[in-house]
């Protein structure tokens, strides 16, 4: 067995429309695929972002799975950014809120944490070995 690599990370809401919306406005795409619940209303939604094109999917919070945390924590995912303090600032203005504050990890590796207005922590950084790799 083998971790080949990321593929997809959900995020959840309550409100998917409105989730949809907000992660739109931050990545300047709309989802490519949308499935609705049995109500019409979208309860999964799917972006395709990056230079892997690798998916953020956003899941109506009625199907997380049993023991779902009501609050943010656990394991952190980091997307790399280009502009980690200009993304950070951004994700502020848009309504997130710090998670973890942008800090320096070693040479070519520093971190920053928000939670999302729904509920998740996102986490962004610039990574000196992505950059490497897609070189």
């Known amino acids: 067995m083998s971790l080949r690599g990321f593929a997809t990370i959900n ?15 931050l990545l300047g795409v709309e989802p490519y695929f949308s499935r609705p619940g ?6 999964y939604v799917e972006f395709r ?11 109506s919070r009625a199907f997380a799975p049993p023991g779902q945390p009501e609050r943010p924590g656990g394991a952190v995912m980091y ?8 993304t950070f600032a951004r994700l502020l203005e848009m309504g ?4 973890q ?14 939670v999302d207005p729904f509920g998740n922590v996102l986490g962004v950084m610039t ?3 992505y950059v490497r790799m897609l070189e």
């Open 11 to 25: 995020y959840w809401a309550d409100d998917v429309e409105a989730a949809a919306a907000w992660y739109a406005d």
């Open 79 to 86: 997307w790399h950014v280009d502009d980690l303090e200009g």
């Open 96 to 99: 997130a809120t710090e998670y």
């Open 38 to 43: 049995p109500d019409g209303r979208p309860a």
């Open 49 to 59: 972002i990056g230079d892997h094109e690798a998916e953020l999917g956003l899941v």
């Open 101 to 114: 504050p942008v800090t320096p990890r070693g040479e070519g590796f520093v971190t920053g944490a928000v």
């Open 127 to 129: 990574n000196a070995h």
